[in-house]
Nanobody
Framework: QVQLVESGGGLVQAGGSLRLSCAAS????????MGWYRQAPGKQRELVAT???????DYVDSVKGRITISRDNAKNTVYLQMNALKAEDTAVYYC?????????WGQGTQVTVSS
């Protein structure tokens, strides 16, 4: 089992920045891809960004140029640096990792962007 704990969410004004962190613990050996997803009220959960163990990244088009995913393998932590935040970025952000064919999710952290 892998446990994921997110932190760093909060309330920020439009144009501001936040940095989310997700720390993995438990059976962490063999974790491959890690990523961030978000779910806004009344909408489906969507992919924001992913990063492989080798550092390859992928982003949804709506966040490219504003949001950066990074990973510290020594700390088993993945980060999401969010800049130039918009009201439409408001959502619960979830961390996910994949290990040996299984997906694990964190409990989510709320990000609210006021316009």
């Amino acid at each position: 089992q892998v446990q994921l704990v997110e932190s760093g969410g909060g309330l920020v004004q439009a144009g501001g920045s936040l940095r989310l962190s997700c720390a993995a613990s438990g059976s962490i050996f063999g974790i491959n891809a890690m990523g961030w997803y978000r779910q806004a009220p009344g909408k489906q959960r969507e992919l924001v960004a992913t990063i492989t163990s080798g550092g390859s990244t992928d982003y949804v088009d709506s966040v490219k140029g504003r949001i950066t995913i990074s990973r510290d393998n020594a700390k088993n932590t993945v980060y999401l640096q969010m800049n130039a935040l918009k009201a439409e970025d408001t959502a619960v952000y979830y961390c996910r990792c994949t290990r040996r064919g299984y997906n694990y999710w964190g409990q989510g952290t709320q990000v609210t962007v006021s316009s």
